[in-house]
């Protein structure tokens, strides 16, 4: 296929899905009719649950294959592999990759904007750490290195007068977080919806802070992302997921119920903890300002391994701008 023939048909297929008329499945149909999308088990993707009990994606003529990851920065191997063809990941991870040349990526959907009480920085109930500055020299459990938790914390750092240099970050699933903390494997733990409710009312943990405050409230936090190539040769494919994604986050956001109610279909949260959750902020488009600020505060933090010089985030964006 030309240059210009890929162009044309990219941008055709894309406007579907980058807002205005819906036009409907293009014609012909996907051409990867079986969508391998790795995610996480978190609440912000409860959407791609909602497109497939409600038939958004099959009618779309697409199937989409849920597979459960641990983290973005970790499945991007599988995604730049083709293992993968849909990666829900954190922004973090994707503008790091991009910026060191690691994978032609591309943002196809957005998934998620921290809100309060989304993500919170918990310690043990009898821990001697009472503030921000008390984590000098302590250990701090995120489910993956070089992610956006990561990044918030450093963010919630600073105004405490710390850097990551005066802690050090553990590894751990966010489902294995709690134990690590009272286990003590860990003076302080990120821990996302449902997993810091669970564990203050198992063990007593508390609330150290909200990670996403201050310079990193309502910070876009994750978003579903393809290659280069993949958005290259399956157009039409890329297309049909964002149509079936849309209709799915246009209820989400609608009806929050129908978000909570998908989520023990693909997680180990129950209907009544899913109940009483607070939601983050889901968006049926990639904003190219918002997204942004993800890579100008990782230039803030340059010397904690993320961008040693400014990144255009226009790099992650599919022909024709935002999507």
Not at 194 to 222: E, H, I, K, N, V
Request: glycine share 10%; hydrophobic share 45%.
């Amino acid at each position: 296929m030309s240059p210009f023939i890929f162009a044309a048909a990219l941008v055709a297929a894309l406007t579907a899905g980058c807002g205005g008329t819906d036009p409907g499945p293009s014609a012909g149909g996907p051409e990867k009719p079986v969508l391998n999308l790795g995610m996480l088990a978190l609440p912000e993707v409860a959407p791609i649950q909602i497109g497939i009990d409600k038939g958004y994606f099959a009618a779309e003529g697409l199937t989409v294959k849920p597979v459960v990851i641990q983290g973005g920065a970790a499945a991007l191997h599988d995604l730049i592999s083709g293992k993968l063809d849909v990666l829900h990941s954190n922004y973090v991870s994707a503008v790091l990759a991009s910026s060191r040349g690691v994978g032609r990526l591309k943002v196809v959907g957005d998934a998620y904007a921290a809100k309060p009480g989304n993500f919170v920085l918990m310690t043990k109930k009898d821990s001697p750490v009472k503030a921000l500055a008390d984590l000098k020299g302590r250990k701090i459990g995120v489910n993956t290195l070089g992610n956006v938790a990561t990044l918030a914390v450093s963010a919630l750092l600073k105004p405490a007068g710390l850097t990551t240099a005066d802690i050090t970050f553990v590894e751990r699933p966010f489902p294995q977080m709690a134990g690590a903390l009272d286990n003590g494997d860990v003076d302080a733990a990120v821990l996302p919806e449902p997993f810091w409710q669970a564990a203050a009312r198992t063990s007593g943990a508390r609330s150290l802070s909200d990670l996403f405050t201050g310079a990193t409230a309502d910070f876009p936090m994750a978003g579903y992302l393809t290659t280069e190539d993949f958005a290259r040769d399956n157009p039409r494919t890329v297309a049909a997921f964002q149509r079936g994604l849309r209709k799915a986050v246009d209820l989400a956001i609608a009806n929050p119920a129908e978000a909570k109610a998908a989520m023990p279909k693909y997680t180990k949260i129950d209907q009544a903890t899913a109940g009483a959750m607070t939601l983050g902020g889901y968006s049926t488009t990639v904003d190219k300002a918002r997204l942004q600020r993800v890579a100008d505060l990782m230039l803030q933090f340059k010397g904690d391994g993320y961008l040693e010089a400014p990144f255009d985030v226009s790099a992650l964006l599919l022909p024709g701008g935002p999507s």
